[in-house]
């Protein structure tokens, strides 16, 4: 995810799941390094302590052990990237120790420990990372930590992390995204003149698409921006240039062709009174889509106002839908029925097609999200994931959420 997004989705989720903000968080892991200090110097005195209580005792004294009881929070998880029913986890297992990857190829029910890619010379030894699922069986690995190189920052797997190897970046174009890959953003890979590329599940090349989406400004990230499914119908959001509104680009051919739909009656991103300052991505749509030409777009109209379109024709033609009181304005997710889900302040609303948005149950959705639900391809057993700090969680129907055993 583009800094950018991930700022705005921090700020988004608010009270609602109770995530801080971009600043909050980078305080609290201050205080979490300050911690972190404290509690080993603690642990260095306590069992100097224990051992200079034996010595002094003499030999006939029990020997102190010092034990110190684990931070609470730990382990931590990282991040989690489902590729199929392949999970790959990251975690830190205790404060200040080194990020350790586990990948398990059942859904959780196995793990097995992975070497992480090459570290960068100039990256953090934390080692905090993105892992994106390209494919079922391809993963990328984006080193995160400020300072990495460019050249080091990339890696891929094909073999479920027991080798890793830098993606060539190409610039041939391909003429469309194979089945069963995702697209990528190239800014995701560092690369600057294209907005849609495709790494080769074959080979680990990226490549740039020959035709690109026409007639808007984007910000596209094809990591976790787009809540759709991996094959089907491609969707890039951005905004169009002239009139300052939310578009969304399509193509039903796998990036052959694409059209582009301006949401007239959307607001422009523009300042509007009465309102806080908004950055500018608040103003860009969020998508989210099921199978076939299905999906259904978000827009800002005001502070607490999103309004809701539909399409069932990939995106030639749209219909205007509800508009949501309270709403977040994250895509949410589309169920196998094709009922979409939304986030609010405070609960979920469901609605189809252009129908009213109603209150639903998410049985054993957790309250403090990292991020907003994630789709896998199709075939796997449970394609949503969603985790949060400590814990993951699956779903078959995006309704009903099972905790993932984790390592």
């Not at 905090?128 to 050249?151: D, H, I, P, Q, Y």
């Not at 030409?293 to 839908?321: C, E, M, P």
């Amino acid at each position: 995810m583009l800094d950018s997004h991930f700022d705005r989705l921090r700020a988004e989720v608010g009270d609602a799941v109770r995530q801080p903000d971009f600043d909050s968080v980078r305080d609290r892991a201050a205080v979490r390094k300050r911690r972190r200090r404290t509690a080993a110097v603690v642990v260095a005195v306590l069992v100097a302590a224990g051992f200079g209580f034996a010595v002094n005792r003499g030999p006939a004294a029990p020997v102190q052990v010092a034990t110190v009881d684990p931070e609470p929070g730990y382990p931590r998880l990282i991040g989690l990237t489902s590729a199929g029913n392949d999970l790959y986890a990251l975690q830190e297992p205790r404060p200040d120790s080194a990020a350790e990857l586990h990948v398990s190829p059942d859904g959780g029910a196995t793990w097995t420990s992975r070497d992480l890619p090459p570290m960068a010379a100039d990256a953090d030894p934390s080692r905090e990372g993105t892992f994106t699922a390209l494919s079922t069986g391809l993963v990328l690995w984006r080193e995160n930590n400020v300072g990495a190189t460019e050249r080091d920052r990339f890696w891929i797997t094909r073999d479920g992390g027991r080798s890793w190897t830098r993606p060539e970046i190409g610039t041939q174009p391909v003429d469309t995204v194979p089945d069963g890959v995702r697209p990528v953003d190239c800014a995701l890979l560092g690369v600057t003149t294209c907005t849609v590329g495709v790494v080769d599940p074959d080979n680990g090349r990226f490549a740039p698409l020959r035709n690109q989406p026409t007639g808007l400004s984007t910000e596209f990230s094809g990591d976790v921006d787009l809540m759709v499914p991996f094959d089907g119908q491609l969707w890039v959001p951005g905004m169009d240039p002239d009139t300052e509104r939310p578009a969304m680009a399509s193509s039903s051919d796998r990036g052959r062709t694409w059209h582009t739909h301006v949401f007239t009656d959307a607001v422009p991103d523009e300042p509007r009174p009465g309102d806080d300052v908004m950055p500018s991505s608040r103003f860009l749509p969020e998508v989210a889509a099921g199978s076939g030409g299905a999906a259904y777009v978000l827009t800002f109209r005001s502070k607490d106002l999103i309004d809701v379109h539909h399409t069932t024709d990939g995106g030639l033609t749209w219909q205007v839908g509800d508009t949501i009181q309270g709403a977040l304005l994250m895509a949410g997710l589309v169920t196998p029925d094709g009922t979409h889900v939304v986030p609010r302040r405070t609960d979920f609303v469901a609605g189809q097609g252009t129908g009213r948005y109603t209150p639903v149950t998410m049985r054993g959705f957790p309250r403090n999200p990292l991020y907003q639900v994630r789709i896998s391809e199709p075939g796997t057993t449970a394609p949503y994931v969603v985790v949060t700090e400590t814990a993951a969680y699956r779903s078959e129907n995006g309704l009903t959420w099972q905790q993932i055993r984790l390592p």
